[in-house]
């Protein structure tokens, strides 16, 4: 079965500063696709990222990009320039059939002031 | 946009009881989902459905039934509440095709079973 790993349950990062989310992950396919997902106290669940794994391009969205390491199933998160909005819960997830998405257990992202 | 609307927001039950958590999308979404959400977890998928008529079950479907008479709707059902079933429960929806395609969550249940 797939499983997704977040290996930092909380980290902590200085306002402009940059941080990095690790994510690895455990899987037979070769075709699937990762996402990162924002969690704010809200609950609501935001797409922040998003990687094909048959791309070797790192995608990137503003100040949010990935490191898409295939061989090594690494796939890290980071947030440059980072905002108190930023703070919530980051969840990094696995889909290769499109009902079943697998989540890790999320990293809690602090931004301090 | 409604997008994916969960109701209630909230319930609290007592151990034993039933309930339906409902689920409706807008969007002529075939796929939907439902997830929980537990203290120190991610989401886990409960049941999914590829379109009306057809359901099946996820990684933790026990204690849970669906169905999915129309496109727009996928109700979960809780037969007999236990504490275990306490957390929060998300439904999705999205497009058939490619394991790409954007997922669209609701805004969450909260359910307290006591």
């Known amino acids: 079965a797939q499983t997704v790993t977040q290996s930092q349950p909380e980290m902590s990062v200085q306002e402009a500063e940059t941080v990095t989310l690790s994510c690895t992950y455990d899987?037979?396919?070769?075709?699937?696709?990762l996402f990162w997902y924002k969690q704010p106290p809200s609950r609501q669940m935001i797409l922040v990222i998003r990687?094909?794994?048959?791309?070797?391009q790192n995608a990137t969205e503003n100040r949010f990009s990935v490191n898409f390491q295939k061989a090594a199933k690494s796939f890290s998160l980071k947030i440059s320039d980072s905002q108190l909005g930023d703070a919530a819960m980051y969840f990094c997830?696995?889909?290769?059939?499109?009902?079943?998405?697998?989540f890790g257990a999320g990293t809690r992202l602090t931004v301090k002031p | 946009n409604a997008g994916v609307t969960q109701t209630p927001k909230f319930q609290v039950l007592k151990t034993g009881q039933s309930m339906t958590l409902q689920c409706a999308q807008d969007m002529n979404h075939e796929y939907m989902s439902w997830y929980r959400q537990d203290p120190g977890m991610g989401l886990r998928l409960i049941h999914y459905?590829?379109?009306?008529?057809?359901?099946d079950q996820g990684e933790v479907p026990n204690g849970y039934n669906v169905s999915r008479s129309t496109t727009e709707d996928f109700p979960l059902r809780l037969l007999s509440a236990a504490p275990s079933q306490t957390s929060v429960y998300f439904c999705?929806?999205?497009?058939?095709?490619?394991?790409?395609?954007?997922?669209?969550f609701g805004e969450g249940s909260w359910l307290t079973v006591v």
């Open positions: 999705a929806s999205s497009y058939s095709g490619t394991s790409g395609n954007t997922i669209y």
């Open positions: 997830a696995y889909r290769s059939v499109p009902y079943d998405m697998r």
């Open positions: 899987t037979s396919e070769s075709d699937y696709y």
């Open positions: 459905s590829v379109g009306a008529g057809i359901t």
């Open positions: 990687q094909e794994a048959y791309k070797q």
